[in-house]
């Protein structure tokens, strides 16, 4: 699985547009981006996948350059509830004929909203 | 009610002791995982199963052993608890190729003393 690297944390204020980059230098062809957010004492939650260009739900943007060596989860106007650990994953889906199934989850980014 | 239902909530075991940690799912999804979460580390897989008949060990199996009953539950045992044993296990469920996200339970916080 494509090693993942993201800030262990970072800070904003409310309303402000959230932007947390993931580097995955080695993702390979079949790979998938996928982004989950962590409350405390809670299971992730799954926020966005994508595979290349921009993707968008009612959530957040997820946005991967060409050559898809990072990728960048936007949150537009955050609130202190967005406050959390953010996981960025990278892995095969099974379909793709990948191999060991289960995502390997990081440390991820603490995200703290600040009034 | 939860798609993903861990029980217990909390438990307190001591060293030696046998002790499961049960998932229940009402999602209908064949993909049931196990995952460990210590303070700093992340989420770890232990085990994880495509159907009732198939059992696939992660990274951190050792010490670990689980259980497919039927394909809405998936329970994880720890034969013989050590403290180091202690941290959150969530439990987690798939849909079928096409989608890689998870569903995660509310997590178990076990403590062996």
């Known amino acids: 699985l494509a090693k993942t690297t993201q800030p262990i944390s970072m800070d904003s204020y409310e309303g402000q547009e959230v932007n947390i980059t993931c580097s995955h230098n080695?993702?390979?062809?079949?790979?998938?981006i996928t982004w989950y957010q962590q409350f405390p004492s809670q299971g992730p939650r799954f926020i966005i996948q994508g595979y290349k260009t921009k993707v968008t739900n009612e959530v957040a943007s997820l946005f991967i350059p060409a050559d898809r060596k990072s990728s960048t989860l936007s949150l537009p106007r955050v609130s202190l509830s967005d406050t959390a650990v953010y996981y960025c994953?990278?892995?095969?889906?099974?379909?793709?004929?990948?191999?060991?199934?289960?995502?390997?989850f990081g440390k991820g980014t603490h995200l703290i909203i600040q009034p | 009610d939860a798609d993903v239902t861990q029980t217990p909530r909390n438990r307190i075991t001591k060293t030696g002791k046998r002790i499961m940690l049960e998932c229940s799912q009402t999602k209908g999804h064949d993909r049931m995982y196990w995952y460990r979460q210590d303070p700093g580390l992340g989420l770890r897989l232990i085990y994880y199963s495509f159907d009732v008949k198939d059992i696939n060990k992660g990274e951190i199996s050792d010490g670990y052993s689980v259980s497919r009953q039927a394909q809405a539950k998936f329970s994880l045992s720890l034969e013989s608890a050590i403290p180091n044993q202690t941290a959150l296990y969530f439990c987690?469920?798939?849909?079928?190729?096409?989608?890689?996200?998870?569903?995660f339970g509310s997590g178990t916080r076990l403590t062996v003393v």
């Open positions: 994953l990278v892995g095969d889906p099974p379909y793709s004929g990948g191999g060991a199934d289960g995502l390997t």
């Open positions: 080695n993702i390979a062809t079949n790979d998938y």
């Open positions: 987690a469920t798939s849909d079928l190729p096409g989608f890689y996200g998870y569903t």
